[in-house]
Protein backbone atom coordinates (compact mmCIF):
# COMPACT_ATOMS: atom_id res chain seq x y z
CA UNK A 1 0.00 0.00 0.00
CA UNK A 2 1.47 3.44 -0.56
CA UNK A 3 2.32 5.57 1.81
CA UNK A 4 0.45 9.23 1.33
CA UNK A 5 1.63 12.43 2.28
CA UNK A 6 0.61 16.42 1.96
CA UNK A 7 2.72 17.64 -1.55
CA UNK A 8 3.42 21.14 0.35
CA UNK A 9 4.63 19.65 3.76
CA UNK A 10 8.32 19.46 4.39
CA UNK A 11 8.31 15.84 5.11
CA UNK A 12 6.43 15.20 1.99
CA UNK A 13 9.24 16.54 -0.30
CA UNK A 14 11.94 15.04 1.97
CA UNK A 15 10.18 11.17 1.81
CA UNK A 16 9.90 11.87 -1.79
CA UNK A 17 13.74 12.95 -2.09
CA UNK A 18 14.43 9.62 -0.46
CA UNK A 19 12.43 7.38 -2.33
CA UNK A 20 13.12 8.79 -6.08
CA UNK A 21 17.09 8.27 -5.14
CA UNK A 22 15.96 4.25 -4.52
CA UNK A 23 14.82 5.01 -7.71
CA UNK A 24 11.18 4.35 -6.63
CA UNK A 25 8.23 5.84 -8.53
CA UNK A 26 6.17 8.65 -6.80
CA UNK A 27 2.79 9.70 -7.86
CA UNK A 28 2.73 13.73 -7.75
CA UNK A 29 1.07 16.97 -8.51
CA UNK A 30 2.32 19.31 -11.21
CA UNK A 31 0.58 22.32 -12.63
CA UNK A 32 -1.12 20.42 -15.20
CA UNK A 33 -2.30 16.75 -13.96
CA UNK A 34 -1.11 14.63 -11.87
CA UNK A 35 2.00 12.35 -12.80
CA UNK A 36 3.80 9.79 -12.10
CA UNK A 37 7.60 10.21 -11.73
CA UNK A 38 11.37 8.19 -11.13
CA UNK A 39 14.68 9.98 -11.02
CA UNK A 40 15.87 9.66 -14.65
CA UNK A 41 19.53 8.95 -13.09
CA UNK A 42 18.90 5.76 -11.46
CA UNK A 43 19.70 2.64 -13.24
CA UNK A 44 16.36 0.56 -14.76
CA UNK A 45 13.82 3.43 -12.81
CA UNK A 46 12.03 4.30 -15.93
CA UNK A 47 10.80 1.12 -16.58
CA UNK A 48 8.01 1.00 -14.10
CA UNK A 49 6.69 3.70 -15.81
CA UNK A 50 5.61 1.86 -18.58
CA UNK A 51 4.47 -1.07 -16.34
CA UNK A 52 2.61 1.32 -14.43
CA UNK A 53 0.63 2.46 -17.01
CA UNK A 54 0.30 -0.23 -18.98
CA UNK A 55 2.11 1.26 -21.96
CA UNK A 56 4.13 0.09 -24.99
CA UNK A 57 7.37 1.71 -25.00
CA UNK A 58 7.26 2.69 -28.37
CA UNK A 59 5.10 5.54 -26.50
CA UNK A 60 7.97 7.96 -24.75
CA UNK A 61 7.43 9.38 -21.24
CA UNK A 62 8.58 13.26 -20.90
CA UNK A 63 11.72 14.78 -18.49
CA UNK A 64 10.53 17.41 -15.79
CA UNK A 65 12.99 19.78 -14.97
CA UNK A 66 13.11 22.85 -12.60
CA UNK A 67 15.48 25.16 -15.01
CA UNK A 68 16.08 26.25 -17.72
CA UNK A 69 19.88 25.38 -16.93
CA UNK A 70 18.56 21.67 -16.02
CA UNK A 71 16.76 21.28 -19.30
CA UNK A 72 20.16 22.94 -21.46
CA UNK A 73 21.98 19.83 -19.63
CA UNK A 74 19.95 17.23 -21.37
CA UNK A 75 19.81 18.09 -25.22
CA UNK A 76 21.56 19.48 -27.70
CA UNK A 77 21.82 23.08 -28.19
CA UNK A 78 18.03 24.19 -29.37
CA UNK A 79 17.81 26.84 -32.50
CA UNK A 80 17.98 30.59 -31.46
CA UNK A 81 13.93 30.36 -32.15
CA UNK A 82 13.34 27.40 -29.88
CA UNK A 83 15.85 28.74 -26.73
CA UNK A 84 12.99 31.99 -27.39
CA UNK A 85 9.82 29.80 -27.03
CA UNK A 86 11.54 28.34 -23.63
CA UNK A 87 12.68 31.41 -22.19
CA UNK A 88 8.77 33.13 -22.82
CA UNK A 89 6.63 30.26 -22.14
CA UNK A 90 8.70 28.09 -19.59
CA UNK A 91 8.18 27.37 -16.80
CA UNK A 92 4.57 26.45 -17.73
CA UNK A 93 2.84 23.77 -19.53
CA UNK A 94 4.83 23.40 -22.45
CA UNK A 95 7.08 19.78 -23.43
CA UNK A 96 9.23 20.37 -26.54
CA UNK A 97 10.38 17.35 -27.86
CA UNK A 98 14.17 18.36 -28.75
CA UNK A 99 17.27 15.67 -29.44
CA UNK A 100 19.17 14.01 -26.56
CA UNK A 101 22.33 14.85 -25.90
CA UNK A 102 24.50 11.49 -26.75
CA UNK A 103 25.17 11.12 -22.97
CA UNK A 104 21.52 10.81 -21.97
CA UNK A 105 21.30 6.82 -21.93
CA UNK A 106 18.02 6.64 -19.27
CA UNK A 107 15.21 4.49 -20.94
CA UNK A 108 13.04 6.72 -21.87
CA UNK A 109 11.03 4.88 -24.83
CA UNK A 110 10.07 6.28 -27.96
CA UNK A 111 13.08 6.57 -30.87
CA UNK A 112 15.95 6.90 -28.44
CA UNK A 113 17.38 10.20 -29.83
CA UNK A 114 14.69 12.41 -28.93
CA UNK A 115 13.11 13.79 -25.44
CA UNK A 116 10.51 15.79 -23.81
CA UNK A 117 11.26 18.51 -21.71
CA UNK A 118 9.40 20.58 -19.67
CA UNK A 119 9.65 22.67 -17.05
CA UNK A 120 7.11 23.16 -15.14
CA UNK A 121 5.15 26.00 -12.78
CA UNK A 122 5.18 24.01 -9.89
CA UNK A 123 7.02 24.71 -6.56
CA UNK A 124 7.08 20.48 -5.35
CA UNK A 125 9.21 19.77 -9.07
CA UNK A 126 11.63 22.58 -8.50
CA UNK A 127 12.54 21.42 -4.78
CA UNK A 128 12.27 17.70 -6.32
CA UNK A 129 14.61 18.10 -9.64
CA UNK A 130 16.72 20.37 -7.60
CA UNK A 131 17.60 17.49 -5.14
CA UNK A 132 17.98 14.33 -6.97
CA UNK A 133 17.76 15.73 -10.99
CA UNK A 134 15.35 15.43 -13.99
CA UNK A 135 12.26 13.50 -13.12
CA UNK A 136 11.23 10.81 -16.33
CA UNK A 137 7.47 11.61 -15.50
CA UNK A 138 4.60 10.47 -16.88
CA UNK A 139 0.54 11.11 -16.69
CA UNK A 140 -1.04 9.14 -13.24
CA UNK A 141 -3.15 7.11 -15.47
CA UNK A 142 -3.41 3.88 -17.65
CA UNK A 143 -2.49 4.37 -21.09
CA UNK A 144 -5.30 5.50 -23.15
CA UNK A 145 -7.58 6.49 -20.19
CA UNK A 146 -8.46 10.09 -18.49
CA UNK A 147 -5.87 10.99 -15.46
CA UNK A 148 -7.89 11.06 -12.48
CA UNK A 149 -7.75 14.86 -10.58
CA UNK A 150 -7.22 13.51 -7.39
CA UNK A 151 -4.25 11.69 -5.89
CA UNK A 152 -5.66 8.92 -4.55
CA UNK A 153 -7.80 8.41 -7.74
CA UNK A 154 -4.12 8.80 -10.00
CA UNK A 155 -2.57 6.18 -7.37
CA UNK A 156 -5.64 3.83 -7.90
CA UNK A 157 -5.47 4.29 -11.60
CA UNK A 158 -2.33 2.50 -12.20
CA UNK A 159 -1.32 -1.15 -12.63
CA UNK A 160 0.23 -1.24 -9.31
CA UNK A 161 0.91 0.83 -5.58
CA UNK A 162 4.11 3.26 -5.73
CA UNK A 163 6.44 3.92 -3.11
CA UNK A 164 4.44 7.65 -2.25
CA UNK A 165 1.66 9.64 -3.33
CA UNK A 166 2.05 13.18 -2.63
CA UNK A 167 -1.26 15.07 -2.34
CA UNK A 168 -1.86 18.21 -3.77
CA UNK A 169 -5.62 18.90 -3.76
CA UNK A 170 -7.66 18.59 -6.78
CA UNK A 171 -5.27 18.99 -9.66
CA UNK A 172 -7.88 19.02 -12.98
CA UNK A 173 -5.80 21.15 -15.58
CA UNK A 174 -5.20 20.13 -19.53
CA UNK A 175 -2.25 18.24 -20.08
CA UNK A 176 0.69 20.48 -21.62
CA UNK A 177 1.03 21.31 -24.97
CA UNK A 178 3.80 19.68 -26.86
CA UNK A 179 6.13 21.12 -29.45
CA UNK A 180 8.32 19.15 -32.30
CA UNK A 181 11.39 21.27 -31.85
CA UNK A 182 13.49 19.61 -33.80
CA UNK A 183 11.26 20.99 -36.75
CA UNK A 184 11.83 24.21 -37.94
CA UNK A 185 8.21 24.87 -38.61
CA UNK A 186 7.67 23.98 -34.58
CA UNK A 187 4.24 21.48 -34.96
CA UNK A 188 2.52 21.18 -32.14
CA UNK A 189 2.29 17.36 -31.32
CA UNK A 190 -0.48 17.37 -28.71
CA UNK A 191 -2.58 20.27 -28.31
CA UNK A 192 -2.80 21.88 -24.77
CA UNK A 193 -2.57 25.27 -22.60
CA UNK A 194 -0.48 26.73 -25.05
CA UNK A 195 -2.06 27.68 -28.78
CA UNK A 196 0.01 27.32 -31.66
CA UNK A 197 0.24 30.57 -32.12
CA UNK A 198 1.61 31.86 -28.72
CA UNK A 199 4.32 29.23 -30.07
CA UNK A 200 5.17 30.96 -33.19
CA UNK A 201 4.81 34.19 -31.39
CA UNK A 202 7.33 33.22 -28.62
CA UNK A 203 9.41 32.22 -31.40
CA UNK A 204 10.12 35.90 -33.56
CA UNK A 205 13.13 37.29 -32.88
Known amino acids: MSVVLPAGDERGVATAVDALRRGDAVVLPTDTVYGVAVAMSVPGATKQLFALKD ?35 WPGPLTVVLRRRSEVVAELGGDGVTVGVRWPDHALIAALASQVG ?12 PTPTTAAGAAAALAA ?15 STVVDGTDPA ?14 LAAALP
Open 134 to 145: PLATTSANRHGS
Open 161 to 175: DVALVLDGGPCDGLA
Open 55 to 89: RPDRVPVAVLVGSLAQALELVEPPSPAVMRVLKAL
Open 186 to 199: LPVLRTGPISPDQV
